[in-house]
């Protein structure tokens, strides 16, 4: 193997100063490479954003990158609840259809809408959304980088995740509507207590909080941070145990995945594509940087300029690429 690394990258004698690396026939190979990746980038995106191709496998892909982010920070990991799944795909079909991307729909319907036509009853709430799909690394790192929808990813008073997808057209761009929600179900009503003689002096009802990173704002639950987290309690009682500081499962993160490595990396075609030209990038960097010192004094030159050719192959299609193939993503 060292052999072969040092024919393919140093000139040397042995292979007439001609390192493989930079032959014809490799240039000709990683080019064919670089062309194929891109195509199948593309490929892969169209069939996330087109079909429905991959519908079943990006919800949980999600919901791993929510978990793994979880257990990194020693926070218990959400459990996938069916009936929240439902919950976010009646709502992102509800965008999909009317054309919006809000948490308040046009004819002012709010997030809590959803989880009560499910069925589910919360005891706490949250919704991340996001639009122009194409990637779900993009996506959850979106999601990741603000810090209200972070907030919701990571609040430990969440114990389950639904997440659903819908294709549809926002400002007359055909796109797919992310929706991500989070709940914590209501415990069992407990036993009315037994009538006393006399009526006892009527409680206030207890006022709704926010559960948030920011400072608490003067709203009530259910509306509007910023235009960008939603998280609600259903009611102001307080926690008898801090979820947050129950440790996290034991288990490894793969242990809990819901999908495999290779369902993660179909659903991520913008990150393969970066990662594989990185990797790209970095060997025919290497063996330019090497073979110029030898092959200039050995006149060949022509090698050089294979290299180079190269490199500005990677550049041109990695920024079609992030131009005119993989979307920006747009969270709320």
Do not use: C
């Amino acid at each position: 193997m060292k052999k072969h690394l040092h024919n393919f990258f140093i000139p040397h004698e042995g292979n007439e100063f001609r390192p493989h690396s930079l032959r014809g026939e490799s240039v000709l190979m990683f080019g064919t490479v670089t062309v194929l990746l891109f195509a199948g980038a593309l490929l892969n995106t169209y069939l996330i954003t087109r079909t429905n191709f991959f519908a079943a496998i990006i919800p949980e892909v999600l919901a791993d990158y929510a978990n793994g982010d979880r257990v990194s920070l020693s926070v218990p990991r959400l459990r996938w609840n069916e009936t929240l799944a439902v919950a976010a795909r009646e709502k992102a079909e509800d965008m999909a259809q009317k054309g919006y991307f809000a948490h308040t729909s046009p004819e002012g319907v709010t997030p809590w809408y959803w989880f009560k036509k499910a069925g589910y009853r919360y005891r706490y709430a949250g919704e991340n959304l996001a639009v122009y799909f194409s990637d779900t690394v993009d996506v959850h790192n979106a999601w990741m980088n603000s810090s209200g929808h972070r907030a919701n990813i990571v609040n430990g008073r969440f114990t389950e995740i639904g997440i659903a997808t819908a294709r549809g057209v926002y400002e007359g761009r055909e796109t797919v509507f992310v929706v991500e929600l989070f709940g914590k179900p209501q415990e069992a009503p407990a036993p009315a207590p037994e009538p006393k003689p006399a009526p006892a002096a009527p409680k206030k009802e207890p006022v709704p909080v926010l559960l948030s990173e920011e400072p608490e704002p003067s709203v009530v639950a259910g509306s509007e941070i910023g235009n960008e987290l939603f998280v609600a309690v259903k009611d102001g009682r307080e926690e008898e145990e801090d979820s947050a500081s129950v440790p996290a499962d034991q288990k490894s993160a793969n242990e809990w995945s819901l999908t495999s490595i290779a369902e993660r990396a179909i659903a991520s075609p913008h990150a393969n594509l970066r990662l594989s030209y990185l990797a790209l990038f970095a060997i025919i960097a290497f063996a330019l940087f090497v073979g110029v010192f030898g092959e200039v004094r050995r006149h060949h030159p022509l090698h050089s300029l294979y290299g180079a050719s190269l490199i500005a192959l990677l550049t041109i299609l990695y920024y079609a690429g992030e131009a005119y193939v993989f979307s920006r993503v747009l969270i709320t």
